[in-house]
């Protein structure tokens, strides 16, 4: 492939940010997204074959990615929301036993996810906010968000109650 994909990027980086936050609506995901972009295609750009050009297939796959991007953004937001309400259907009693079960809980994910969970969960922040705070990237905090979100998934199977308790304890502790 004659294609030089630095120099590629170095002239197309910004348009290709606009076009994703025109998407997203968020500078910092639009730049990851982008970056994710020439990062997959820097891997795979022997399988890639273009049929149009190089600056519509970048547009193309970018906004693509964008939505995949809002799918999952809405699908977390979707657990979230049914976490809260299935807490709210639930008992307001935490007993000492289901208490210790929910420390136990917190306790099991790994300091770092677990003072990640806790900042959006808890206190609310954004993605980049802990990223800046904790000089990691977003694209980490994603990450842990999503171990911290299948660990609880795969709890919720085992001990539904505790989780529910755990969804209680989190709004006890935001309000």
């Known amino acids: 492939m004659n294609?030089?994909?630095?120099?590629?990027?170095k002239k197309n980086y910004a348009f290709l940010c606009l076009v994703s936050f025109s998407i997203v609506k968020d500078e910092d995901?639009?730049?990851?997204?982008?970056?994710?972009?020439?990062?997959?295609?820097?891997?795979?750009?022997?399988?890639v074959s273009i049929s149009n050009s190089m600056d519509a297939y970048a547009r193309k796959a970018v906004k693509n990615l964008s939505l995949q991007y809002l799918?999952?953004?809405?699908?977390?937001?979707?657990?979230v929301n049914n976490l809260q309400i299935?807490?709210?259907?639930s008992t307001q009693d935490i007993d000492k036993s289901n208490f210790s079960k929910l420390?136990?809980?917190?306790?099991?994910l790994p300091n770092k996810r677990k003072e990640i969970f806790i900042s959006v969960v808890v206190h609310?922040?954004?993605?980049?906010?802990?990223?800046?705070?904790?000089?990691i990237s977003v694209n980490t905090v994603k990450t842990q968000m999503k171990r911290a979100y299948?660990?609880?998934?795969?709890?919720k199977k085992e001990d539904y109650i505790s989780l529910i308790i755990l969804v209680n304890l989190i709004e006890v502790l935001i309000h």
């Open 103 to 108: 420390n136990d809980l917190i306790d099991r």
């Open 86 to 89: 299935e807490s709210q259907q």
């Open 29 to 47: 995901a639009a730049k990851d997204i982008v970056q994710d972009f020439f990062v997959s295609f820097w891997n795979n750009k022997e399988y």
């Open 150 to 155: 299948a660990f609880l998934r795969e709890y």
């Open 71 to 79: 799918i999952k953004k809405k699908k977390e937001l979707n657990l």
């Open 3 to 9: 294609f030089k994909v630095e120099e590629f990027f």
């Open 124 to 135: 609310g922040r954004s993605y980049s906010e802990i990223a800046e705070t904790n000089k």
